[in-house]
Structure formats: structure tokens, C-alpha cells
């Protein structure tokens, strides 16, 4: 029995010398893992842990304040300068790899903005011939391009970088520049635009719904979301109004397959991956996308490519290259391609459908402004008639199909009586109205015709009080006025867009209301009155901001027709109204699903 023991206990308990050689071993790999931590972290460089990847490395990972400008959209002005920037090759670059090669690519940087080239595997030469394109407001600006060696675990190293000055718009011949490492130059092409007032970034692809994403310049309150943070927020740091559409494992080809997983949103392409320790973010504009389409990795599996347009650049993750000077990100590996696919096809399609919606609202939203702002020279009010020899065609003041009815019974006094003493410019109804809400800083334009619109139209500026927990406790409000008389005068249709400034999602919708006064006896007339909320941009909240907005102008409305009632009875002849028997109490519909 001893002897069996011992025999179990030889093969079983290693010896000295197998002892040795796994701790000399251990040390091997501990010291060889710190030389090669703390040699690439000298430089600042790249794509390791997390803080490296999104915010203090210098290769370029985004930091903080950049995603705020960069990510969530800094394309909401118009620019006058264009700058082009081709990255035209580099040569004689810092051998980082064992066998002398490295693997470089390059990231331009101007102002906050970043974009990637492509990584060209083993030279030291390496051509690249791809261009970026970067807007800026004013000119000297500088141009600072690094270039990194890629690792398929380490961190990037630094090979070198250099910053060049664009002091005016022009063009400069393919100037080599020298970097800042003991051997190395990068060639670079300079073109600098000045665009016209008029001109949009649409013109590089910056513009539509992405001008939604800068917050500072959108002068709108606070954005408050109840809602847990998701991976867009946690992982990417994007808006909490930004929610994961679609969500896909794959795999990120670079010099071999970085597992992670897809989000889809409504404005970006995002994917993370973390394989030995090295996190990888990519996140693409919808905008910056050109084509997307199916491919091969290895043959075997299937992947989809996505390229960008000329002048995109990568963000976040070198990008994969292609001889017409477009990059594109590839990925593989999915449970099914086919409906991936079939998912982003369609999530770009949307995108761009948004993009159009979104310009046609503020068309719409401009026209409207423009013809209530206009103010005409003091005439005396009159009531705003049909004008039936109209044969052009004239736009809507309101959405129709977003009003649910709030209230519907008879008025005392008539359409026309309706319009001469609450709305003509001579009337002080307005002002005794705001004044009994609280209301202040009130302006009030002018009635008058609009070519666009039928009747009249007017602009109301205030200051007005908010009963929600969510917004402050008054708000800076717009409010466009349009009128239409019948020309037998026995119909009124008043239309009102409210635009409220300093609430939450402020800039994102309008409160459309329509009061229809139809007289029908001497003294009275039939009131029915629409509510609705309309959203010129996709909003995460806008169930709660459309019952809210309706709940509120309900309340609104109930005191808009007591102060009338007693408008109407102070001004009419005796101080009595003509109407011969009291106004029978409101009937408030309850809200239509």
C-alpha cells in the first residue's frame, strides 16, 4: 500500500526542477508584459485598456469633451472654411516590429474633430492616398497628424507626428513634412475652402438629423430622461435620448477577428469588443456611410462591409482600406448575416428618410416664422376674410393629424363677435389673459397677409409659466397666430403653433391648437377646439411630452374661456351680454388614444 502511494505521490507532486522552471517561466512573462506596457504607454499612444481607448491616450481615442462635440454631433452650423486634408504616404518610418516593419496608420486631428486612416500591415513606406475633410469657423487652424504602429495586443506606439499650419484658404502642392522622431516623413496634400453663407455641410455629408446632437448650440433647456442609462450611454458615452435599435454579436476583422457586438441605433453604427484585455470602440455616423453590402472573410464566412464616404475617415479603430481612397469597417461572424443586413439597409434607409422629414419641418417651420414675424404698418384691425379668387395652392399652418379634440359647446357671442373682441389688434383680451396666467414680457405683432397662408397672421413672444416638474418654472414661448373669417362671417378658424424654448426636448416639438367658431343664432356660436403635440425630430419621450403638453393646455384652456366670458360681458353694449340665457358649463372630451 506504500509503495502505491508513493508511486501516486511521484506523478503527482511536480519536482524541484519542474518547480523551477514554471516560476522562471511566470517571471519571464510578468516582466516581458510590463516592458511592453510601460514602452508603448511612453508615447501616449493607443488602443489598450479602457482609459487608453476612450479618454487620456494620445493616439486619438476620443476623449471626454471630444464625444460631446465630435460624436453627438458638431455638424448643427454651417462652417465657412472646408479644410481637405489627403494623406498621401509616409516613408522611412520607425521600424517597431521584431523583423524591422511596422504597421502604421495615421490620425489627423483639427480643432476637436478626429478621423483614422487605414493601417497598412508591415512597411515602413506605407501609401495611402486617402483624404479627410474637416470644417472649421475661422482661420489659422492647425493640422496635427500622428502616426501609430498598430499591435494586435499591446498598445499603439508613437512613430511620429507632426502639426502643420493653414493660415488661408488655397491650395498647397504635396508637401513632405518631417516628424518628431528620429526618422520618418509624411507627405500631405492642403486644400482650404471658403464656403458661402448659404452653403451647408451637407455639401462633406454634415448635415440633417445629426444637427440634433450639439446641445450647446441648440439654445433648447434641460434634456431629463427617466431612464436607466443603456450600453450607447454606459459604453459609448452618447446622448440618454440615443436608445439600441438592433444588437448583434459579431466580429471586427482586423489582423484577425476582434469578437464583440453591434448597436444600432437611430444615428449611429456602434461596436465594442474587449479580446486580451484590448477594448475596441468603433462608432459610425449614418451620415458618413456610402454603401453597405455583403462579403467574405476567409472565403467561408459571411461579413458585411461597410464603407464610408470619401473624406469620412475612421473613428475610433483604424479602418480597413480600398484603392479608390475609402475606408470601410468589415464585419463577420454573425448568427445570420442576411437579417443583419437586411436590418442596417433598412436603418440607413430610415436615416435618411429622417433626414429629409426633418428638412421639410424646417422649411415648413421657417415659412411660418418668417410670414407671423413680418409686421405691417398700424392699420386698423379687421376681421380676416376668405379670399376665394385664390387659386395657388397655400400651405398648412397646422397639423391636422395630430389633433385630438379637448372641448366642443356652445359660446356666448358669434364668429365674428369671436374675432372683434378677443383677437383684432384692437383688443386687449390677449393681455388681460397673460396678465391673469402670470404671464410676462409679452409682444404682440400685427395682423396681416401672409402669401403663403390663407387670412391673417401674427407673432406673440413671451415669457410664460410652467406647471410641470419637469421644466423650469417659466419658459421663454413663440406663439404663431393665423385667423380665417368666412366671407359670410358666420365661421372662424383660429389656428395657434406654440414653441416653448427652455423646457426639456424644447426644440424637438410644437403644440398645435385649432379653435373653430361656427355662429349659429343671433348671439351664439358653436366652439370646437383641437390640441395636439407635433414632433419635427424623433424624441425618447414623446408619449409623456404628448399627454403632458395636452393635459397642460387643457388647464390652459379652461381659463382662456372664463377671462373670454368675462371679456365678452364687459364689453358689450349695457355690460350685458346679448346672449339671452347663461352659457351652459364646458364639456371637456377626454383625450383620444
Known amino acids: ?75 448643427q452650423t454651417n462652417s465657412p472654411y472646408l479644410i481637405k486634408v489627403e494623406l498621401l504616404a509616409a516613408k522611412n518610418l520607425i521600424g517597431a516590429n521584431l523583423n524591422g516593419t511596422s504597421d502604421p496608420y495615421a490620425i489627423l486631428t483639427c480643432g476637436s474633430e478626429k478621423r483614422f486612416s487605414s493601417m497598412v500591415p508591415g512597411s515602413r513606406n506605407p501609401m495611402w492616398g486617402e483624404e479627410f475633410n474637416f470644417s472649421v469657423d475661422e482661420l489659422p487652424v492647425q493640422i496635427n497628424v500622428t502616426i501609430y504602429d498598430w499591435d494586435i495586443i499591446w498598445k499603439s506606439a508613437i512613430l511620429g507626428s ?22 520618418g516623413q509624411v507627405c500631405l496634400h492642403i486644400k482650404t475652402i471658403k464656403l458661402s453663407v448659404n452653403s451647408s455641410r451637407g455639401i462633406n455629408g454634415y448635415a440633417g438629423a445629426n444637427a440634433r446632437r450639439r446641445i450647446t448650440l441648440d439654445k433648447q433647456g434641460p434634456t431629463v430622461v427617466h431612464q436607466k442609462p443603456g450600453p450607447l450611454q454606459t459604453i459609448f458615452n452618447l446622448l440618454p435620448d440615443e436608445v439600441v435599435e438592433h444588437s448583434y454579436s ?55 462591409t461597410i464603407i464610408l464616404r470619401m473624406g469620412a475617415g475612421g473613428h475610433g479603430v483604424p479602418p480597413l482600406g480600398s484603392p479608390d481612397g475609402r475606408v470601410r469597417y468589415k464585419f463577420a461572424s454573425f448568427w445570420n448575416r442576411n437579417h443583419a443586413l437586411r436590418a442596417l439597409q433598412r436603418a ?41 379668387s385664390k387659386t395657388e395652392k397655400l400651405q398648412a399652418f397646422i397639423k391636422e393629424e395630430v389633433l385630438v379634440g379637448i372641448y366642443n359647446d356652445v359660446f356666448p357671442c358669434t364668429a365674428e363677435q369671436f374675432y372683434n373682441l378677443l383677437l383684432s389688434d384692437d383688443s386687449s383680451f390677449t393681455n388681460e389673459y ?134 365678452i360681458k364687459s364689453h358689450t353694449a349695457g355690460g350685458e351680454t346679448n346672449n339671452p340665457s347663461p352659457s351652459p358649463s364646458p364639456s371637456v372630451i377626454q383625450e383620444m388614444s
Open 434 to 567: 397673460r396678465s391673469a396666467r402670470k404671464d410676462t414680457n409679452l409682444i404682440m405683432g400685427q395682423w396681416h397677409a401672409a402669401d403663403e397662408y390663407d387670412g391673417q397672421v401674427r407673432e406673440i413672444t413671451l415669457r410664460s409659466i410652467c406647471n410641470s416638474p419637469m421644466c423650469p418654472p417659466d419658459t421663454a414661448m413663440t406663439e404663431y397666430q393665423h385667423s380665417v373669417l368666412s366671407s359670410d362671417k358666420k365661421k372662424l378658424v383660429f389656428e395657434t403653433v406654440q414653441q416653448a424654448h427652455d423646457v426639456p426636448f424644447g426644440s424637438y416639438f410644437e403644440v398645435h391648437c385649432r379653435w373653430c367658431a361656427e355662429t349659429n343664432d343671433e348671439n351664439s356660436s358653436v366652439l370646437d377646439i383641437k390640441v395636439g403635440a407635433h414632433f419635427k425630430k424623433w424624441c425618447i419621450m414623446q408619449s409623456k411630452i404628448r399627454s403632458g403638453a395636452i393635459n397642460e393646455y387643457k388647464k390652459e384652456m379652461e381659463l382662456t374661456l372664463d377671462v373670454a366670458r368675462s371679456y
Open 1 to 75: 500500500m506504500m509503495i502505491e502511494t508513493a508511486v501516486v505521490l511521484e506523478y503527482l507532486v511536480p519536482s524541484w526542477c519542474e518547480i523551477k522552471v514554471a516560476v522562471a517561466a511566470s517571471v519571464f512573462v510578468i516582466v516581458s508584459y510590463w516592458f511592453f506596457t510601460f514602452q508603448s504607454g511612453d508615447g501616449d499612444g493607443g488602443d489598450g485598456d479602457l482609459s487608453q481607448l476612450m479618454g487620456n491616450s494620445g493616439d486619438g481615442i476620443l476623449d471626454d469633451q471630444d464625444k460631446m462635440v465630435q460624436l453627438k454631433g458638431d455638424f
Open 348 to 388: 440607413t434607409k430610415n436615416y435618411h428618410a429622417m433626414l429629409e422629414a426633418e428638412k421639410k419641418e424646417r422649411a415648413e417651420s421657417a415659412l411660418r416664422a418668417h410670414s407671423s414675424s413680418i409686421r405691417g404698418s398700424r392699420r386698423q384691425a379687421k376681421a380676416p376674410k376668405d379670399n376665394a
Open 162 to 183: 507632426v502639426t502643420v499650419p493653414v493660415e488661408s484658404e488655397g491650395q498647397s502642392t504635396a508637401v513632405w513634412h518631417t516628424l518628431d522622431s528620429p526618422s
Open 250 to 304: 459579431c466580429a471586427l476583422e482586423r489582423s484577425f477577428l476582434y469578437h464583440g457586438r453591434m448597436y444600432v441605433s437611430a444615428w449611429h453604427i456602434c461596436f465594442h469588443s474587449n479580446v486580451f484585455s484590448k477594448q475596441m470602440k468603433v462608432i459610425i455616423l449614418f451620415e458618413d456611410i456610402d454603401e453597405i453590402r455583403r462579403s467574405q472573410h476567409a472565403f467561408i464566412n459571411p461579413a458585411i
